[in-house]
């Protein structure tokens, strides 16, 4: 407005003083200058054309190094947030294919792997990439190398050959370990490598004359411990292990898990077999690690006639024993089902109704009561808020961006969907619009009319967002949280954007956008890098802050700082947060045990469960009942996964606990160690302890494995993604997969 203003008084005042020709000239330079003085900053753009490789993504080794690598498999690196991008040279200055990448838990360890025929070429670099030394292992061809989360310079490899190997100095020097084994799988044991001390905390599948096995060892394999016989896969993350195993005897599969904060104190090792509601006569097709973040693990189950959608349901704090959180969750590869950042037991899922259409629910409380989105204000009564998930992202002929929040921007979120009773797969892109919530999903405003892809940077003051549809030379952003966009052109002309992508941490004013130039025959990969320090915003004080508080989550709430949403500013450091605050517990903070389901009448102020039918109770005591320890006695209920709630109405609904006489029982167990298979007296309390041990979360198991603590992809569906877990007997073709089966479980407790 401002400039149209001045535009006018020039020109009347041209008008009013009739001079010559040349003082109209003279006016209309001053007009111009004016004008670009008086136009608003725009943020700095640069492009760099590569064929960016989609399977590898954006790699951050901080907030301005990052990596990527093109579709011929070459790495690139910047230094500066994406503005200027540069091929990796190595091999005396040879342009070589690298088939992966390793990151070390120091970061600026960075391992390039290159497989060609029998032999792996490691390239090394200590100093986040600048130069490189290169390792020839001849006759070595590594299938995967994992880096220790917990030893920095420490890697394991497993080869073709199916011998495995050990590094201590990241790459440079190997020693065979488990020598006398044939192995498939192998891993690092979460809880042992945590102690300085361990050095070869190791689990292994292996082959022998009477079949597969998992071994653990901690001394390079020269003595194991069998732990589970018919093991076919393995997979950990944070809080747990998962072990699949096949049962020759009953020709199904079974899934066992350990957690690595609270493990049980059991004969096994710390490891249960999984129990579900649904009894071992059905087999299902595919089972899938949605997100393990609360403490409480959420798996995705497809039956073999489901194609579009799964059964998803959620453990007690052990892992083990599961009950059904919700039908039909639409799934195609991932399941619509996500995490929202910050608020540790919400969760947006996506419910198919009827053919391709389907509804979106939130829970508050890890799915213990699931309810529509409210829509936005001035809706027409009785309609609700649909968002597309990430298999709409997933989706090559949509791409539009799915349900997105970020740690670093507590309470904000981004979705596209539209305003009604239902939405389908097939909606017209005309019919979907982008909106925004500023308090966790319990309100939005529509801020786009089209379905977008967007980044949320700074702690949430800046929002970068892009029309979905096809190629575009427009950018919106928002300095204000949503309130006004202003626009500005690429120079490049009209390409079309597939991601757009800021540091992990949040706190940067640079953005890297990946996209394909279709102007070319065929298309190629171009990446841009945005820098909205040319905008001249002032840094934020104290004064440009607000407290916010979740809503009560788990028995607690979390008070957060962030940016007012009128402050205009950039945030230059990381936000306070404070400890959560302890609630009294109430019927909220309780579901229904496995083996029981809800009978509470409507607005019943009390939780009242009853036995299912066919369901067979376990046996008390449990079989393995040292003295000295307790066991639980279930009263039909159980407090949810991750939920801190004390006092209240804990008595009601607590399971009771009695003493062990004897280490004996011949009580039926029935893989019911998940039912009924001890807790410490303080397990319950030690839930508190797996609230801190926040993990961002990964994108795709392959990756993830082979990555360490890189994410793939920007949004996501859990909160650590590891891959299926699935027998091939299903039909599942995927060396990732992860099966679930048979016989016992695994690995070192906690010391």
């Known amino acids: ?77 910047t230094t500066d947030s994406g503005k200027n991008w540069n091929k990796i040279n190595v091999a005396n200055d040879d342009i070589v294919s690298h088939d992966e990448i390793i990151i070390d838990t120091d970061r600026k360890n960075i391992l390039l792997q290159s497989n060609e025929g029998k032999d792996t070429t490691l390239y090394i670099s200590k100093n986040y990439g600048e130069t490189f030394t290169t390792k020839e292992l001849s ?15 420490n890697l394991l490899a497993l080869s073709t050959d199916k011998t495995v190997w050990i ?74 292990v998962y072990i699949g195993a096949y049962d020759k005897n009953q020709g199904g599969s079974n899934l066992f898990v350990r957690s690595n904060t609270m493990p049980v104190n059991n004969d096994k090792m710390g490891f249960l077999m999984c129990d579900f509601p649904f009894g071992d006569d059905i087999q299902p097709n595919e089972y899938k690690i949605i997100d393990d973040s609360t403490g409480a693990i959420w798996l995705g189950i497809q039956m073999k ?22 039908d039909k969750v639409s799934f195609k590869g991932q399941y619509d089902f996500t995490p929202i950042s910050g608020l540790k037991g919400a969760y947006v899922a996506n419910q198919i109704v009827s053919g391709n259409n389907f509804i979106t629910k939130i829970t508050y409380d890890n799915g213990g009561k699931w309810k529509q989105l409210n829509s936005p204000s001035g809706s027409q009564k009785g309609t609700f808020l649909n968002c597309y998930g990430i298999t709409t992202f997933l989706d090559s002929l949509k791409e539009y961006g799915p349900f997105y929040s970020t740690d670093s921007a507590i309470g904000l979120a981004l979705s596209t969907g539209n305003v009604g009773k239902q939405l389908s797969f097939d909606t017209p892109a005309s019919k979907i619009g982008t909106y925004l919530t500023r308090d966790s999903g319990k309100s939005w405003k529509s801020v786009y009319g089209g379905p977008t892809i967007y980044e949320i940077g700074n702690h949430g003051t800046i929002l970068l967002m892009a029309n979905a549809t096809g190629d575009t030379d427009n950018l919106l952003y928002s300095t204000d949280q949503g309130v006004s966009f202003k626009s500005f052109q690429m120079t490049l002309g009209k390409i079309d954007i597939k991601n757009i992508i800021t540091d992990p941490e949040g706190d940067s004013t640079k953005f890297i956008i990946l996209g394909m130039n279709n102007n070319n025959v065929p298309s190629e990969g171009i990446v841009f890098g945005l820098d909205f320090a040319p905008l001249g915003l002032p840094e934020c004080t104290d004064n440009d802050h607000e407290q916010y508080v979740t809503p009560a989550i788990l028995g607690h709430t979390i008070t957060y700082t962030r940016v007012r949403q009128d402050a ?71 407090k949810v996964a991750g939920d801190l709630c004390r006092d209240g109405v804990a008595d009601s609904y607590e399971p009771a606990y009695k003493d062990c006489s004897d280490g004996s029982s011949s009580g039926k167990s ?68 992860h099966i679930l089966n048979d016989d016992d479980l695994v690995q070192w407790m906690m010391d």
């Open 305 to 326: 006639d489901n194609y579009r959608y799964g059964t998803v349901y959620t453990s007690d704090s052990t892992g083990s024993k599961f009950t059904k959180s919700m």
């Open 167 to 240: 590094s201590t100095d990241f790459g440079y020097t190997w020693n065979q370990v488990y020598k006398k084994d044939t192995v498939t799988d192998v891993m690092w044991d979460p809880i042992k490598n945590t102690d300085p001390k361990a050095t070869s905390a190791i689990f292994a599948i292996v082959t022998q004359k009477d079949g597969t096995k998992l071994v653990y060892s901690n001394d390079n394999g020269d003595t194991e411990t069998i732990l589970v016989t018919g093991a076919q896969s393995m997979t950990s993350t944070d809080n747990f």
């Open 139 to 153: 006759g070595k061809r590594f299938k995967y190398i994992l880096p220790n989360k917990w030893k920095s310079g």
């Open 1 to 77: 407005m401002r400039i149209q203003i001045r535009f006018f008084f020039i020109e009347r005042k041209k008008i009013m003083i009739n001079r010559s020709f040349t003082i109209l000239v003279l006016f209309k330079v001053l007009l111009f200058s004016i004008y670009i003085n008086a136009a608003d900053p725009v943020p700095s753009q640069t492009s760099t054309n590569i064929n960016w490789n989609p399977d590898f993504g954006v790699v951050y080794l901080t907030s301005e190094i990052a990596l990527i690598v093109d579709q011929d498999k070459a790495a690139w690196r």
């Open 670 to 737: 029935h893989g019911w160690v998940a039912a009924i298979l001890i807790l410490l007296g303080i397990a319950m309390a030690l839930v508190g302890g797996a609230y801190y041990l926040h993990k961002n979360p990964d994108k795709k198991l392959a990756f993830y494995r082979k990555i360490g603590i890189i994410k793939e992809y920007k949004y996501s569906t859990l909160g650590i993604k590891p891959g299926s877990l699935a027998d091939d007997e299903f039909g599942i073709e995927d060396d990732d997969a």
């Open 568 to 638: 205009n500013c950039f945030q230059k450091d990381a936000l306070p947060v404070q400890d959560p605050h302890i609630l009294n517990c109430t019927v909220d903070d309780y579901e229904c045990d496995i083996g029981y389901k809800e009978v509470s009448p409507d607005d019943a102020e009390k939780l009242v469960c009853a036995l299912e039918k066919d369901y067979t109770p376990p046996t008390y005591p449990p079989s393995f009942c040292p003295s000295g320890t307790k066991y639980f006695v279930t009263k039909g209920f159980r």
